[in-house]
DNA sequence: AAAAACTGTATCCTATAGGAAACAGAGTTT
DNA sequence: AAACTCTGTTTCCTATAGGATACAGTTTTT
């Protein structure tokens, strides 16, 4: 080994908060059964920053981080939450039938169930839709994120962009984009019932 | 203004890959009313820092980001989304009753509902739980993400890790973190019918 | 309408991210 | 056992991330 005679320069020990996100990543690649060399060419990265990264040597770009965990599989939204914060881990929450938390608007009677758990990242509840005509509709209903519903009973209509009325009646399912603007009508005599998980 | 001799060193339209990361954030924090110097405040970093960033004028690390998200209350996950993929933007997916696709296992029937759009995020599903006797559990189902489920029809009961046995009936819900071993059996004569949506 | 207080952008500079290559250790092969 | 071939780590270097500051444009105050 050659002699060192310069000024030992450190950066040891960045961790601070980031935390365990070097563990994350190492952990990802050995559940792959990659070795750094591997799991770089997949990512687009070199093995030594793979290695600083994975030791928590260095601060990484997001857009490098956001590479591996392509090429990994992983889990991302986990990496976002710093030291302390765990989610609902280890967590459950149960809503006998009709227990949820009533919120109504002009057009809807919700139920929201499961809202112990408030850090919970998917959001359900039930509908009762009011009997109406269907020129009682106003404007869409637009926000991000993506949803499914099922019809519990009752027959509706679903109404979006870019397709044509939609009629739905009890066991049917649905799933599409919140973004691209939508809405339901109850077409049957009596209320429709559905249930409702929003993500985001 | 002074004459500059050196070489024009040019770094304009990073953007590459990376995409609308910038403009998602400029979008958040314009939601919140807030300007460059408020929220570079709130997450810690300097305006000069966050005006390139949002101009995407730079390739910031993913501690910054993470500060930045958690500052604005952004939805992470969008922002792992390269160019080509997007989601299910604008698009949607029904499932008429009983017209999911089968997929079964020794211990369920499952029907997975609107499996068309292959890049939702959520999983949603019916699953018929055959009757059966509690002594035939033999392990915990763990798997990392949150699940949300809702009884449709029969009697069965949740057992989880850190809880005693939950009873269950038709219309109730649960909403769990599914990396905590869990499963259920059905405790009434007939099979039981529960709607699954599993996140990640 | 000048002065002041904002806004977001552009420039300058230093610490460092990340690639290339050297290094070190553990098996393998000849 | 020496020569190879793997593994992951460390060193070296250049491009650049991000803070401080200067700048420029707009709105508010005096």
Redesign the interface.
Known sequence: MREDTRKKITTPEIADD?AA?GQSIREARQAKGWTLEEAGRAAGIGRSTLSKIENNLT????????RL??ALDM??????L?SGQS????????????R?EPKDTPTYLHEL??TD?TS???L?YISEIKARDISEFETWIRH???E?M?VLSGELTFI????RP?P??????????S??GHGCISTSAENARV?W?S??
Chains 1, 2 share one sequence.
């Not at 601060?59 to 956001?66: A, E, L, N, T, V």
């Open positions: 980031g996100l601060r990484p770009s997001f857009d490098i981080i956001r965990t392509q889990h991302t939204p986990n990496l976002f710093q989610g609902i881990s280890g967590r459950r929450d149960y809503t006998p039938k009709g949820g169930l499961c758990l919970k990242r998917m359900p991000s994120g993506e499914f099922y979006s962009e870019h397709y939609l739905m009646k009890a066991g049917d399912s649905l799933y599409y984009d973004s691209m249930l998980v993500l985001e």
